[in-house]
C-alpha cells in the first residue's frame, strides 16, 4: 500500500492538468481499486479503523456518517484515495440509513471474506489420474469395502474371512482373519460387511446366519463384542444407518436368500446396542449371544425389529433405509417386484410396501436424497431412474451393451456412475440424462469376476473390485470459473421495487437479499424451514413483507428483518408440494398438490399459526392445480396438471367456464376421491365453457403430460381485449409450447412451439405486456416481442410465432424462475436455476452478471440495449418439420459481465465454422468432451459468444510489399559509392571476412544497445587482463597472426557477445 500511495497523491494533485483519455483510464484503474480496498487491509489497519468508531472518552463505539468515515478513516489509515473510501461507506450502508458503525463494518468484511471463501469450483466432466492396482492378500473374492470415517482407513473384507486393513494413503498396514466359533475355518463363507461410525463397530454377516459385532475400540484387535445367531435364512446383504443429530437412533437392515428384508432399530445406540444378561461379567471382551427370537419378541428394550416379504422368495441384492423417505428400498434380479419401498405407518404393526418391476430384475441400486431418485442397475443393459411416489421410470440411460452390476451416484455433481459386465464404466449427466464419459480397456482381464464399485466422493476415489483385485481411480482436483450465488440449486427469486433488492430461495432453506445494482450480497437467512426445501416465494402488495412456501406444507411471512410474523398451515400438518403462491387484496391463495384452491383471509392473520378457510368454490379441476393469476377487479383463472383452465369469479369463488386444448376431451370433475369433500362440482354458468379450437399440438390426447399448465400470465396492458377479440391470457407447460387465449370468449387464439425437445418450460410477462421471456430445463431463455401479437380476434389458430428478440443460455441447468424489473430505466431479466446461480440480463439478451461474482457491476453505467428484433419469418413453426437452433445458443461464462455492442445481425458469420481458431478450438471441445446434437443446423444463425463482437471478412491481398528506407536511400546511412559498384554484384559480408564498408553504428543502432556493447567490452576487457598469467601462449600465438585474422577474431567476439545477449 505504501509503495502506490506516492503516485495516488501525485494523480490528486494533478488532476487539473489530465486530458480526457487520462480521466477515463484512471476512472478505470480507480474502479478496480475500489473493488480491491478490503482486501488490502491487514490487522492492524482493522485495529485502527475500530479506534475511528470508538472515540476517546468513549466507552461505546459511535455511529459515525459519510463524511466523518472518509475523513477519520483517511487520517486514521493515512493511505488510499478519498473516493475509496466514500465506495466503501456507501457499499457498507445498504439500508441507506446515512451513518454506520462498527457492527456493520464488521459484517460487510466477514460477509466478502466468505463469499470468496464458499466459491467452489466444479467441472463438468471429471478427469482422472492413472488406474492404480492395489496390491492386497485377498484370495477369495472380495465381498465388501468400507471406509471408516474416525480412523481415515479403509477394510476389505474377502469370502474366506480376511480382512485387510489399508491406510489414508492406500497402503496395506495389516491383514486380520475373521472368524466364528460356529463352523470350521474351511468351511467359512463371509457375505457382508458394514460400518457402524457412530459406536465406532464393524458387523459382519456368514453363511452360518449369524452377525458378529466387532469393537475398534477395545483392547484386542477386532475383538467379537456381540453375536447375533438364530437368523431364519442366510443373510447376502447389509446397510447401516444412523441419525447424525442423535447418534442413538440407528438402524441395521439386512436381507436374505428367501426375498425377506429385516431391520434391527436401535434407540439407544451409543449406550448399548443390545441388553447384556445380568449373569455376564462386566468385561468388555466377553462376548454377547444374541438370538433373532429374542429381538423378535422384544425381549431387548434398547431396539425393535422390522420385517418385511416383498421379493416373493427371491434373493434380496441389496439393501438401504433411507432416511428421507423414512423407508427401506431392497431389490432382486426378478421380473415382479423387483424393487420394493417398504415402510411402517404409526399404529399399523406390519409394514406397507410398493414395488417396481422390471423385466429381468435389478442387480444394485443408489438413492441421490437431493433429487430424490433412485437408480437401478437392470440386467437388460439399461439404467432406470426412478420417483419414489411414482410406479413408472422417470429416465432410462442407454448405453451399456451388457448388463449393469452397480450403480452410485456423485451426488455433489449430480452425475451417475454405472459399471457394466462388459468392464466399461459410464458417467452420466442426471439432469440431461446423457453419457458425459466412457472409461474401458483399463481394467483388469478376467472373463468371470465378482466386482463391488464404492465411491469416496469427498476424496474423489472410486475403488472397483474384480474377485481379488482391488483397483483405484482417482480424480485429479480441478477449478473452473463458475460463480454460484447459492451453494444449493436456487428455487426462485423476486425483485423488490421498494428496497431495489432482489430475494432468492434454494432447497436448502436458505433466503438470500441482494443489491440489484451491484449484486452484492445484503443479508441471508439460513433455515427458514428448517430443513425443509423452499418451493416458491411472493411478495405482498407493499412490498415490506415477503412470503416463503416448502415442501413441510407450510408458508410462514417474513419482514426483511428475518422475523417471521406468521405460519401458515396450508398443508394441514402435512407435506404439500406448494408451486405457488398468489397474494390478493382479501386473500391468499396457496396452489400445487390439491385439486381445490387452499385459501387464507387476511382478516384471520391474527395469531402466529393460522389455519386454512374453506374455498367456496369446492373442487372444479380433475388434477392438481399448479398455477394461477388475477385479473382485476375479479377474475381469476387456475391451470391444473391435465390441461384444464377454469375461470373464477374471485368474489363469488364459483366457476364461470372452463377450457382446454384438446377438443374432444371430457371436462368434469371428479370429486369422489378428494378427501374431507362431500359436495359435488359447481354447475359452471357460461354455456360456451368448451373452447370450439383445439391445439395443433395434441398428438395423443391420451397423455395427460401433453397438456401441463405451470405458468399462467394476464396481459394486463390489453384493455380492449373484450372488444376486440384478442388474446388476454398467456399459458405455457410442456412439450415447449405457449399458448394465446381469450378468457371472453373461451378461445384459443394462438400457440406456437417456444423450446424444441424440452419436457417442460416456465415463462414470465413484462408488466406492460410488451416482452414474453421463456425458460427450459437445459437453461435456454428466449425473449418474445408480443407488442403487437394476438391483439385481435382471428378466423383461424395463429401458429406463426411472435418476433424473437434475443435466444440465450445463461444457465448449465434447468431454470426454475423467471422475473422482470426495471432499473434505471432499463428492462431488465432475473434467471434463477438449478445451477446455483441467478443471472441478471437485460432484454436485449446481453449478460450483465451473476449475483455472488467478485466484480460488482453498475447498472447506471450500461449503455441502453439495442433494438435488435428477429424476423418473425426467420423463425420456425410447428407445422413446418425444420431442424432446431437451441444447441448452437451461446453459453456466456459467469466469470465477468458481458456486454454487446451495436452491430448489423445480417453481417454476422460463424465463427466457429469460418475461422481456423474457432475450427481448432471446436474440435478441442469435442474430443474433450461430446456433447448432445437434438438436431442439426438448419441456417445461418447469429452467433454472440466470444467472437461476436469482431467484424470477420477475407485479408486484402497485398500486391506489393514497400521496401525500407535504408534499401532505397543507403546513402543516407552507409558512407560507400554504390554509383562505381552499380553493375556489380551486391556482396553481404560473412564472419570469416573482415567488413571492407565501414559504417556508422550510432545511426543504425539505438543508443542503449551501443552502451550496453561497450559496457560489456570493458567487462571484458577487466576478465582478460585478470588472466593475462595464465594465457601468455594463447597472447603470443595471437601476436604471430596477421592482422586480417586479428579483425576477423575480434569480430567473432563481438557477435558471440551479442548473440549471448
Not at 469370502?159 to 495389516?174: A, D, H, M, S, T
Not at 446423457?434 to 483399463?442: S, T
Not at 428478440?805 to 422482470?820: G, R
Request: charged residues 25%; glycine residues 4%.
Amino acid at each position: 500500500m505504501s509503495a502506490q500511495l506516492p503516485v495516488e497523491s501525485l494523480n490528486m494533485e494533478n488532476e487539473e492538468s489530465r486530458t480526457p483519455e487520462s480521466n477515463s483510464n484512471e476512472m478505470e484503474t480507480s474502479k478496480k481499486i475500489l473493488d480491491q480496498l478490503e482486501n488490502r487491509l491487514s490487522v492492524e489497519d482493522i485495529m485502527k479503523i475500530q479506534k475511528v468508531f470508538m472515540p476517546p472518552n468513549f466507552t461505546e463505539f459511535v455511529p459515525v456518517n459519510r463524511k466523518n468515515f472518509i475523513d477519520n478513516m483517511f487520517t486514521a489509515l493515512g493511505c488510499g484515495l478519498e473516493e475509496e473510501y466514500g465506495d466503501l461507506f456507501d457499499r457498507i450502508d445498504v439500508a441507506r440509513d446515512g451513518f454506520v458503525d462498527w457492527d456493520k463494518v464488521t459484517t460487510f468484511l466477514l460477509l466478502e471474506l466468505y463469499e470468496k471463501e464458499e466459491r467452489a469450483n466444479l467441472s463438468l466432466v471429471p478427469q482422472w489420474k492413472e488406474i492404480k492396482f492395489l496390491q492386497s492378500l485377498h484370495k477369495e473374492p472380495i465381498q465388501s469395502l468400507v471406509y471408516l470415517k474416525n480412523s481415515h482407513r479403509y477394510l476389505t473384507l474377502s469370502k474366506e474371512g480376511r480382512l485387510n486393513v489399508w491406510g489414508e494413503n492406500l497402503k496395506l498396514q495389516q491383514t486380520l482373519r475373521v472368524a466364528t466359533d460356529s463352523v470350521r475355518l474351511r468351511d467359512l463363507w463371509v457375505t457382508s460387511m458394514i460400518s457402524l461410525a457412530n459406536v465406532n463397530k464393524v458387523a459382519v454377516a456368514f453363511t452360518s446366519k449369524e452377525i458378529c459385532f466387532y469393537d475398534l475400540n477395545s483392547k484386542e484387535e477386532f475383538s467379537c463384542q456381540y453375536k447375533l445367531h438364530g437368523i431364519c435364512n442366510t443373510l447376502i446383504c447389509m446397510h447401516y444407518w444412523y441419525n447424525p443429530e442423535d447418534g442413538n437412533e440407528a438402524v441395521l437392515t439386512f436381507g436374505d436368500v428367501c426375498g425377506e428384508v429385516n431391520a434391527i432399530c436401535f434407540t439407544s445406540a451409543l449406550i448399548s446396542l443390545f441388553e447384556r444378561p445380568t449373569s455376564s461379567t462386566d468385561e468388555q471382551e466377553t462376548t454377547v449371544a444374541i438370538t433373532w427370537q429374542e429381538l423378535v419378541k422384544g425381549n431387548h428394550k434398547c431396539c425393535f425389529t422390522l420385517q418385511h416379504k416383498g421379493h416373493n422368495k427371491e434373493w434380496v441384492r441389496q439393501v438401504s433405509y433411507c432416511s428421507n423417505l423414512e423407508a427401506f428400498i431392497s431389490c432382486a434380479t426378478t421380473n415382479l417386484n423387483t424393487i420394493v419401498l417398504g415402510w411402517k405407518e404409526k399404529g399399523t404393526p406390519p409394514m406397507k410396501t410398493t414395488s417396481f418391476h422390471v423385466n429381468e430384475g435389478v442387480n444394485a441400486f443408489d438413492y441421490h436424497p437431493g433429487l430424490n431418485l433412485i437408480a437401478s442397475a437392470a440386467l437388460d443393459h439399461k439404467v432406470y431412474l426412478w420417483n419414489p411416489y411414482m410406479t413408472k421410470p422417470t429416465g432410462v440411460l442407454r448405453g451399456h451393451l451388457a448388463s449393469v452390476i452397480a450403480v452410485q451416484f456423485n451426488i455433489s455433481r449430480r452425475q451417475l456412475f454405472s459399471f457394466s459386465k462388459d468392464k466399461v464404466l459410464r458417467i452420466w449427466d442426471l439432469h440431461h440424462q446423457l453419457c458425459i464419459q466412457r472409461l474401458a480397456g483399463m481394467f483388469p482381464k478376467c472373463l468371470e469376476f465378482q466386482t463391488i464399485l464404492h465411491f469416496n466422493e469427498p476424496h474423489g476415489q472410486l475403488f472397483t473390485t474384480f474377485n481379488n483385485q482391488l483397483t483405484l481411480l482417482e480424480m485429479k482436483q480441478e477449478t473452473s470459473k463458475f460463480v454460484k450465488s447459492h451453494e444449493k440449486p436456487v428455487t426462485c427469486v423476486l425483485y423488490n421495487s421498494l428496497f431495489k433488492q432482489v430475494i432468492s430461495s434454494d432447497v436448502e432453506s436458505t433466503v438470500i437479499v441482494w443489491m440489484i445494482e451491484t449484486g452484492q450480497k445484503i443479508k441471508q437467512f439460513t433455515g427458514c424451514h428448517g430443513k425443509s426445501e423452499i418451493t416458491t416465494m411472493a411478495l405482498d402488495a407493499s412490498e415490506t413483507r415477503f412470503f416463503t412456501a416448502s415442501v413441510d406444507g407450510t408458508v410462514k411471512i417474513w419482514d426483511f428483518n428475518g422475523h417471521c410474523h406468521h405460519k401458515l398451515n396450508a398443508g394441514r400438518d402435512q407435506a404439500a408440494d406448494i408451486s405457488q403462491i398468489l397474494i390478493l387484496k382479501r386473500s391468499i391463495l396457496i396452489l400445487g398438490w390439491e385439486r381445490i384452491i387452499t385459501v387464507f383471509r387476511m382478516d384471520t392473520l391474527t395469531e402466529c399459526l393460522v389455519q386454512p378457510s374453506e374455498w367456496k368454490g369446492k373442487a372444479e379441476h380433475q388434477n392438481d392445480i399448479l398455477c394461477a393469476a388475477f385479473l382485476p377487479p375479479q377474475t381469476l383463472v387456475t391451470g391444473s396438471y391435465d390441461g384444464e383452465i377454469v375461470v373464477w369469479n374471485n368474489n363469488s369463488e364459483k366457476a364461470l367456464s372452463r377450457f382446454h386444448p384438446c377438443l374432444n376431451r371430457p371436462l368434469k370433475s371428479k370429486s369422489d376421491n378428494l378427501p374431507n369433500q362431500q359436495e359435488g362440482p359447481q354447475a359452471v354458468d357460461n354455456s360456451s365453457a368448451v373452447s370450439h379450437r383445439y391445439s395443433l399440438f395434441a398428438d395423443n390426447e391420451d397423455n395427460e403430460f401433453n397438456y401441463i399448465v405451470s405458468r399462467l400470465f394476464f396481459l394486463e396492458s390489453r384493455k380492449n381485449g373484450s372488444s376486440s377479440g384478442g388474446a388476454n391470457l398467456v399459458a405455457c407447460g410442456s412439450c415447449g409450447i405457449v399458448r394465446f387465449w381469450n378468457t371472453f370468449e373461451n378461445l384459443l387464439q394462438a400457440e406456437f412451439e417456444a423450446h424444441a425437445n424440452v419436457a417442460s418450460i416456465i415463462m414470465t410477462v413484462d408488466k406492460n405486456s410488451d416482452y414474453l421471456i421463456t425458460g427450459d430445463v437445459n437453461g435456454y431463455m428466449k425473449v418474445w416481442n408480443i407488442q403487437e401479437y394476438c391483439l385481435c380476434s382471428s378466423d383461424v389458430l395463429i401458429t406463426q410465432p411472435p418476433p424473437m428478440v434475443a435466444a440465450i443460455q445463461p444457465h448449465n441447468d434447468c431454470i426454475n424462475h423467471l422475473e422482470t424489473c426495471v432499473q434505471d430505466d432499463h428492462l431488465l431479466i432475473l434467471s434463477a436455476s438449478a445451477d446455483c446461480s441467478i443471472v441478471l440480463s437485460d432484454i436485449s439478451g446481453s449478460l450483465i452478471g451473476v449475483f455472488g461474482q467478485d466484480e460488482h457491476w453498475r447498472i447506471g453505467e450500461c449503455s441502453p440495449p439495442p433494438d435488435r428484433k428477429i424476423a418473425a419469418n426467420e423463425e420456425k413453426t410447428a407445422n413446418q418439420k425444420q431442424v432446431r437452433h437451441e444447441e448452437q445458443l451461446p453459453v456466456f461464462k459467469h466469470s465477468t459481465p458481458v456486454t454487446e455492442e451495436n452491430m448489423d445481425t445480417y453481417r454476422r458469420v460463424n465463427t466457429w465454422e469460418s475461422t481456423l481458431l474457432g475450427n481448432k478450438f471446436r474440435e478441442s471441445r469435442i474430443q474433450k468432451r461430446p456433447r448432445p446434437r437434438l438436431s442439426a443446423w438448419g441456417k445461418m444463425q447469429n452467433p454472440i459468444g466470444t467472437f461476436s463482437s469482431l467484424h470477420m471478412e477475407d485479408l486484402e491481398k497485398v500486391i506489393d510489399v514497400p521496401k525500407p528506407d535504408f534499401l532505397q536511400n543507403p546513402y543516407k546511412y552507409f558512407d560507400v559509392k554504390f554509383e562505381e559498384a552499380e553493375n556489380e554484384k551486391l556482396m553481404f559480408p560473412t564472419l570469416s571476412e573482415t567488413p571492407r564498408v565501414a559504417f556508422d553504428e550510432k545511426s543504425l543502432f539505438p543508443k542503449e544497445i551501443l552502451d550496453r556493447e561497450h559496457k560489456t567490452k570493458l567487462s571484458g576487457e577487466e576478465n582478460l587482463n585478470g588472466r593475462k598469467a595464465a594465457a601468455n601462449n594463447a597472447l603470443r600465438v595471437k601476436s604471430r597472426l596477421p592482422q586480417r585474422t586479428t579483425a576477423r577474431i575480434r569480430l567473432g567476439k563481438q557477435s558471440a557477445n551479442s548473440i549471448q545477449k
